[in-house]
């Protein structure tokens, strides 16, 4: 419960950066209300969903913490054991002090944030029910569907549901009907199930003080939304509407749940309704929440792993402590020198565990008939009964943990003293030597669910060894083990090095790789789209030589990583293009395909929003045949984000408008200013001759 109540909050932390970063100061309003929403609602969808294993970039602790799940993370990868099988005297076990373990203090923390969990839950109970008892206890006037309810006292206005709460006595005529329009807005456009939702989710994430900055945004959004939807109206005067706001704005603040006018608000909502409209061209912006929610659900989520059986429910046994089954039943399969055992629950019968093992670490198995075998490392001895017929077998087994290793580990720093913990260590064979090796390494700080992922990946000293080589001389554990889950070793390293990254870290490292970026993909990527960069290369030269190159030389001169000062300024820039390139699977076939049809010089941000958007050659062709050329990158993603086709252009060129730019289409798509519309206006006798007064009429009388 608590990493997933982390990975929300981390989630609704990033969006909310995201959001402030770039769709703060945008003026679409409306949009951005459904990306607020919507990223509170993902925030704590994203974590629950599972992604393919090559996909994830989850550090695999995570995964391997327990291995005995109930579907197994890491099937056939549990290392066997190499040299000769040691048993050891039992031994009573050193004295352990009584102390508030991790597992305590966890559980006091769970208490603490289901304690806050209720304290706020509460609070909102609370507010509804007084707001529900203020609306109906009190004098209400009947205005359509909205009610008007009659308070007293200084209170500003505000709204719940279809209640206006206001005291008349307060305002003058004017203000006290700019009012109402502005709480009558916040009632059709449903703003309450808004503060509702962003309240339920501050009840769960009280502790984070990012998502009590989000519930402000999205308060604050609203307020933008309304004014701008208010001062469209045509009796509204801007002036007179920002001194009402000046005459309502009240230092006490009425209840969360409300939608409402305070005083820390009033400056922005003025600044904002001064504020010049955004342009259609930058609604590329929010195309990139779509990849960085991906990199969440990448980052985050459990890989989904294929199981040998169904998962099932495994019910404790009475000689277990958690989870873990140190009795039960076994299945076994033999294929070649290797032996798949499956360990069961006596009771139910379902698979919990399929391990693999060496077949020469057991002796003497029972063929045709029932007998007994073992199989003994450090951490203890596993005992089978059962027999085999052919190879196949099954019958039962106890786990015997070796008390002389959990004191030995114990010495070590490490607590192994539950049977639950010597199972695991003896499936993946965590020697006292490896513990050995890893502090000789430098890695003193180390406890069982660090362990347990290294031995289960194989990390050994050779492999250590060869990554600090490469120039990480102080990688960390975390580290180690995505590095060898996902195969980065010392020639990947020095084939990204060789590229130009001299710096790169461990994290962006797991990074490239996660995505399959090698150094050929760099090259290319470099050679198809660094075109500034390139004529940079080839003017300085031309300024030295005083003589043409051709291209060929120029592009040569481009690739030289090594020798060129501003080149290498320039690696660290390209890093998130580079990233976005290989994720949007933007290739040299794609950038080449817009050449054909004249677009030799698109950057970076132009190709990365072309394919976000989906804009193409044949779109694009599709245009020029209907007459419209040299379409900036800007104006297609637009055109393709608003969903702006040809025959739409001709639908408005039938209505006479014959001089239509692109642009006049664009904004008329994105305010729903139709051809059905236009149509609809001339019939009532509205006949102009220009689009954009149709698109101020549109804007006048709304949706």
Not at 114 to 143: C, E, R, T
Not at 268 to 295: E, G
Request: with cysteine; proline share 4%.
């Amino acid at each position: 419960m608590i990493p997933y109540t982390l990975y929300v909050a981390l989630i609704l932390t990033a969006c909310l950066i995201f959001y402030k970063l770039l769709l703060q100061k945008e003026t679409f309003f409306h949009l951005n209300r459904f990306v607020l929403l919507l990223c509170m609602l993902l925030a704590f969808i994203l974590p629950l969903i599972r992604v393919p294993p090559q996909l994830s970039l989850r550090n695999i602790q995570a995964a391997v913490s327990t291995i005995i799940p109930a579907e197994p993370i890491y099937k056939n990868t549990i290392p066997q054991s190499t040299g000769k099988n040691i048993t050891t005297p039992a031994a009573e076990p050193l004295p352990v002090k009584q102390s508030l373990n991790f597992e305590q203090a966890t559980h006091w923390i769970m208490y603490l944030y289901w304690f806050g969990v209720v304290v706020f839950a509460f609070n909102f109970l609370m507010q509804a029910i007084l707001l529900l008892y203020k609306a109906y206890s009190k004098p209400a006037i009947k205005d359509g569907k909205f009610r008007i309810v009659e308070v007293t006292g200084n209170d500003a206005p505000c709204s719940f549901g279809n209640n206006i709460f206001i005291n008349p006595a307060n305002y003058d005529w004017n203000t006290y009907s700019q009012v109402l329009l502005h709480e009558k807005i916040h009632i059709e456009q449903k703003h309450t199930i808004d503060l509702l939702i962003a309240e339920i989710v501050l009840a769960f994430q009280w502790f984070n003080p990012f998502a009590w900055v989000w519930r402000k945004e999205l308060e604050s959004n609203l307020e933008f939304f309304t004014d701008q939807r208010l001062l469209q109206q045509p009796e509204i005067e801007r002036e007179t509407y920002q001194l009402s706001l000046l005459k309502v704005a009240a230092p006490h603040f009425p209840l969360s749940l409300t939608t409402n006018y305070n005083q820390s608000l009033i400056k922005k909502r003025i600044l904002m309704m001064n504020a010049k409209r955004s342009n259609l061209h930058t609604t590329w912006k929010y195309f990139f929440l779509l990849p960085l929610m991906m990199v969440f659900v990448c980052l985050f989520n459990e890989p989904v792993v294929k199981a040998q059986s169904a998962a099932a429910k495994v019910k404790p046994h009475p000689h277990n402590n958690g989870d873990i089954q140190t009795s039960g039943n076994w299945f076994a399969t033999i294929k070649g020198d290797k032996i798949n055992i499956q360990f069961r629950n006596d009771d139910e019968g379902h698979s919990s565990n399929g391990t693999t093992f060496q077949l020469s670490e057991f002796k003497d198995l029972p063929k045709d008939k029932p007998g007994t075998f073992t199989l003994t490392r450090e951490a203890g001895t596993m005992e089978f009964k059962g027999k085999f017929d052919g190879d196949k077998g099954m019958g039962e087994y106890q786990f015997k943990p070796d008390k002389s290793y959990s004191d030995a580990m114990y010495k070590e720093g490490i607590d192994v003293k539950e049977d639950r913990d010597g199972m695991v260590f003896f499936l993946v064979n965590v020697k006292r030597s490896y513990v050995q090796m890893l502090k000789q390494q430098g890695y003193t700080d180390l406890d069982k669910d660090k362990l347990v992922p290294l031995a289960a990946l194989d990390i050994n000293e050779a492999y250590i060894t060869s990554i600090k080589q490469a120039g990480f001389t102080r990688i960390d554990l975390d580290n180690l083990v995505p590095f060898k889950a996902l195969n980065v070793d010392k020639a990947y390293i020095e084939e990204i090095r060789n590229t130009g990254y001299k710096d790169i870290t461990p994290d962006k490292i797991i990074t490239f790789k996660a995505q399959g970026i090698d150094g050929k993909y760099i090259a290319d990527f470099r050679n198809s789209t660094n075109n500034e960069l390139k004529e940079k290369n080839e003017d300085a030269v031309n300024q030295k030589n005083n003589k043409n190159l051709n291209l060929d030389k120029g592009k040569n001169k481009a690739l030289d990583l090594t020798g060129n000062r501003q080149k290498n300024k320039n690696l660290n820039n390209d890093d998130d293009d580079l990233i976005a390139f290989k994720a949007l699977k933007i290739d040299e076939p794609f950038i080449n395909s817009f050449k054909e049809v004249g677009y030799n010089n698109l950057s970076n941000s132009n190709l990365i929003s072309m394919k976000a958007v989906g804009v193409t050659p044949v779109f694009i062709k599709s245009f020029r045949d209907a007459g419209f050329t040299n379409i900036n990158a800007d104006d297609l993603v637009s055109l393709k984000a608003q969903d702006v086709t040809p025959s739409l252009v001709k639908q408005y060129k039938a209505l006479g408008f014959d001089n239509i730019s692109l642009n006049d289409v664009i904004g008329a798509k994105a305010t729903g200013t139709s051809p059905s519309f236009i149509v609809s206006m001339r019939e009532k006798g509205h006949n102009m001759k220009s689009l954009d007064k149709y698109i101020a009429l549109r804007s006048v009388l709304g949706e």
